[in-house]
């Protein structure tokens, strides 16, 4: 005969193991996305990582939230420098993610520039030197983040702009690590997240994200254009994970952990530029 308490003994475990999952992925997800103190995870695996990319978004949070204060402080020292503002939140957030995802948009701008094969490919993304397609791509997501922000800060929406366009950036990752994507080769980041969240989970984290940027933006202004605008950048930072992941399966045969920076990279500036002209 079962025991009243042997139900929550049995169970007591198994919640253990799962908080234990979600701290280890916690730690993963900050460890890997910023420069931030994260510890060191217990245990990393497919299971661990996948729920990492699913914390992304709040990881992209914490960086926005971050760079947004920057931005708020220039703006009261020198209210009229929008432009100087605008760097300095935008430097935040690259320096926050320690430059890695500028480095895999070069590297998979170079790959994609040489039109070689699949092998050479995967071979140029792994190499340290940054060629001219990756010089060209860093460039210019830098310009079109300042110019954006800059625009968004002349609206009086710039820091949310930011924490909205930083955190629908990391959005990418979960969509980016669904089941139907591949990794492009047996070993690195790709290899540990690729194939690791279900679509419904992507979706029910980007439900969430939109949620919130749209209640941020509503509370910014409840203008139905500017709340429109912070729906349409959230989704159109979706929609670049789709269109890269789709053109990485094509050119590479799945993912690299290049291919998700380089996916943050080009969903930051996406975003901006949607909220610039919807605010």
Known sequence: MTEPGEPEAAAGPADANVRRAWSDAARLSLGTLTVLPAGVPSRVDREVGGRAMVLAPAVGVLVGGIAAAVVVLAQLVKPEADLLAAVLGVLVVAGLSGGLHLDGLADFADALGSRRDRETMLRIMKQSDIGPFGVVAIVGVLLL???????????????????????????????????????????????????????????????????????????ASPAVLRSSGTAGAVLLAVLTSLLIGRRAVRALGGTTGDVLGATVEMALPVALVALALTV
Request: aromatic share 6%.
């Open 145 to 219: 983040d300042v110019a954006a922000l800059t625009a968004c800060l002349q609206a009086d929406f710039g820091w949310q702009a930011l924490l909205i366009a930083t955190a629908a950036s990391r959005l990418t990752l979960p969509w980016s690590c669904r089941t139907s994507i591949p990794a492009a080769r047996p070993d690195g980041l790709g290899s540990i997240v690729a194939t690791t969240v279900r679509p419904l989970t992507a979706t029910l984290t980007t439900a969430a994200v939109l949620a919130a940027a749209i209640a941020l933006s509503w509370l």
